[in-house]
T-cell receptor
Framework: DADVTQTPRNRITKTGKRIMLECSQT?????MYWYRQDPGLGLRLIYY???????NKGEISDGYSVSRQAQAKFSLSLESAIPNQTALYFC???????????????FGEGSRLTVL | GEDVEQSLFLSVREGDSSVINCTYT??????LYWYKQEPGAGLQLLTY?????DMKQDQRLTVLLNKKDKHLSLRIADTQTGDSAIYFC???????????FGKGTRLSVIA
């Protein structure tokens, strides 16, 4: 089983619908992140959380919200989806307690969202 | 603000060396990374280098860092078809700040 699991892996929805992408991890890491990947634009940070009570906006947080329900779970919501939110979304984790705190990220396999 | 630039495409013949280049703007970057994304998968860390190093070698991979020019490169020796992927350069000031990624370089290996 994957250490970082994202659900759903694929989703097609319509403009205006509320969508939630979920992420769970078994790595025991304290830090979790949501990135968005678009062709030619690379990965851009949406939100990140350094522990259960910590939520921080990233580069492109407008139109998104997150919830850190537990150390192992971090969900991303689109309250009212729009077509330019069509993208591949990645959840990632990192461990602040690692011997070398280099910030290395461990990624899920991605959730492909299409907004029509 | 921080910015990381990479060329978008690179094509090489199997057995040749590949060199993927990256430039970054934040002179306080402490850790610089190369991630690999295979088709349909998430990113995986290939290697990283500290800013106080000039070079790091790991089997077929060689990372060169020119801190003066803020230039990072990844050389893959004896490139194989399995090396076909998107390669992302990333940087951070510390382990306590999120990584900033480049746009990724799609490496195509021609048999």
């Amino acid at each position: 089983d994957a250490d970082v699991t994202q659900t759903p892996r694929n989703r097609i929805t319509k403009t205006g619908k509320r969508i939630m992408l979920e992420c769970s991890q078994t790595k025991g890491h304290d830090r979790m992140y949501w990135y968005r990947q678009d062709p030619g634009l690379g990965l851009r940070l949406i939100y990140y959380s350094f522990d259960v009570k910590d939520i921080n906006k990233g580069e492109i947080s407008d139109g998104y919200s997150v919830s850190r329900q537990a150390q192992a779970k971090f969900s991303l919501s689109l309250e009212s989806a729009i077509p330019n939110q069509t993208a591949l979304y990645f959840c990632a984790t990192s461990d602040s307690g690692a011997d070398l705190n280099t910030g290395e990220l461990f990624f899920g396999e991605g959730s492909r969202l299409t907004v029509l | 603000g921080e910015d990381v630039e990479q060329s978008l495409f690179l094509s090489v013949r199997e057995g040749d060396s590949s060199v993927i280049n990256c430039t970054y703007t934040d002179s306080s970057s402490t850790y610089l990374y190369w991630y690999k994304q295979e088709p349909g998968a998430g990113l995986q860390l290939l290697t990283y280098i500290f800013s106080n190093m000039d070079m790091k070698q790991d089997q077929r991979l060689t990372v060169l860092l020119n801190k003066k020019d803020k230039h990072l490169s990844l050389r893959i020796a004896d490139t194989q078809t399995g090396d076909s992927a998107i390669y992302f350069c990333a940087e951070t000031f510390s382990g306590n700040t999120p990584l900033v990624f480049g746009k990724g370089t799609r490496l195509s290996v021609i048999a």
